[in-house]
């Protein structure tokens, strides 16, 4: 979507590795959110953040998720010994006013 | 938790007609209600968005209602076309957080 960028957009990885997803809100908001959509589901809440600090982590899954915003701007997910039950779009958001997704990162684990 | 569920899964409708798009969630003290689109492999598109303290919104062919003592929104389509195709979906905003539904898929057909 137009005023966030997410990179990479496609990402194979195999099972155990890590992977970084990026997040560039590009004009800048101090509200920065991270969802993940599986397959036929809407997107569920991972983290927000407001500035650099995360505002409430309450939805990542496990420990192997975290996610830093170290100067209030870009946004990284990381994810550790990747499972297949990570595949997902991984989706991002700024928010205030309204709301601009980015078109998301496909992660597929094999 | 908030739960939010959209009725139906799936909607095929030929060109011309009036579509019309169901919302339910749980938690009623919600912040605002939006509708987003999506295409397929892209992200959301923000269509219209209800403040808690109003009883819908209207742009364009689209309208959307919302009752939030009862729980529920309605999204119309006049007139559909097939550039309508695509999921649409519903989402509430509490706790800074949105919670979305499936989607509903919408098939118009020329």
């Known amino acids: 979507g137009a005023g966030v960028s997410q990179t990479p957009s496609n990402k194979v990885t195999e099972k155990g590795k890590y992977v970084e997803l990026r997040c560039d809100p590009i004009?800048?908001?101090?509200?920065l959110y991270w969802y993940r959509q599986s397959l036929g589901q809407g997107p569920e809440f991972l983290i927000y953040?407001?500035?650099?600090?995360?505002?409430?982590d309450s939805g990542l899954p496990n420990d192997r998720f975290f996610a830093v915003r170290p100067e209030g701007s870009v946004s990284t997910l990381k994810i550790q010994r990747t499972e297949r039950g990570d595949s997902a779009v991984y989706l991002c958001?700024?928010?205030?006013?309204?709301?601009?997704f980015g078109s998301g990162t496909r992660l597929t684990v094999v | 938790k908030q739960e939010v569920t959209q009725i139906p899964a799936a909607l095929s409708v030929p060109e011309g007609e009036n579509l019309v798009l169901n919302c339910s969630f749980t938690?009623?003290?919600?912040?605002?209600l939006q509708w987003f689109r999506q295409d397929p492999g892209k992200g959301l598109t923000s269509l219209l968005l209800?403040?808690?303290?109003?009883r819908e919104q209207t742009s364009g062919r689209l309208n959307a209602s919302l009752d939030k003592s009862s729980g529920r929104s309605t999204l119309y389509i006049a007139a559909s076309q097939p550039g309508d195709s695509a999921t649409y979906l519903c989402?509430?905003?509490?706790?800074?957080?949105?919670?979305f539904g499936a989607g509903t898929t919408v098939t118009v057909r020329a």
């Open positions: 953040f407001q500035g650099t600090g995360a505002a409430d």
């Open positions: 958001d700024k928010a205030g006013p309204g709301y601009t």
């Open positions: 004009s800048g908001h101090t509200a």
């Open positions: 209800i403040q808690s303290s109003q």
């Open positions: 989402a509430v905003l509490n706790d800074y957080k949105l919670s």
């Open positions: 938690d009623s003290a919600i912040y605002n």
